[in-house]
């Protein structure tokens, strides 16, 4: 699937992702301080706040290694040169 986009797009899709999992972490963040506003949290909101969390830290790093496959692709694979290809004068 990643193969036939190029490395810019494979890349927009990477900070889509992230961005997606930063607003996951800022709802599960603001959820609990908007129940801390109000009353106490519950159980439940602080397992919706885990939750939300965790999938952001997928969402996040998903995103990295989207990133990572993106550089590659624009860089093309290592190749190191040959010692003998150095040492000729």
């Given at each position: 699937?990643?193969a036939s986009?190029?490395?810019r797009?494979i890349?927009?899709i990477?900070?889509?992702?992230?961005?997606i999992?930063g607003?996951?972490?800022?709802?599960?963040a603001f959820?609990v301080?908007?129940?801390?506003?109000s009353q106490?949290?519950?159980?439940?909101?602080h397992?919706?706040?885990?939750?939300a969390?965790?999938i952001?830290a997928?969402?996040?790093?998903?995103s990295?290694?989207?990133?990572?496959?993106?550089?590659?692709?624009?860089?093309g694979?290592?190749?190191?040169?040959?010692?003998?290809?150095?040492?000729?004068p």
């Open positions: 699937m990643l986009l190029s490395a797009q890349q927009e990477a900070l889509a992702i992230g961005a999992g607003l996951v972490f800022a709802y599960g959820s301080l908007g129940w801390r506003r106490r949290p519950s159980e439940s909101a397992r919706n706040e885990k939750v969390y965790l952001a997928l969402l996040l790093t998903l990295f290694i989207v990133s990572i496959v993106a550089i590659r692709t624009r860089t694979p290592a190749t190191r040169p040959s010692p003998g290809a150095a040492s000729t």
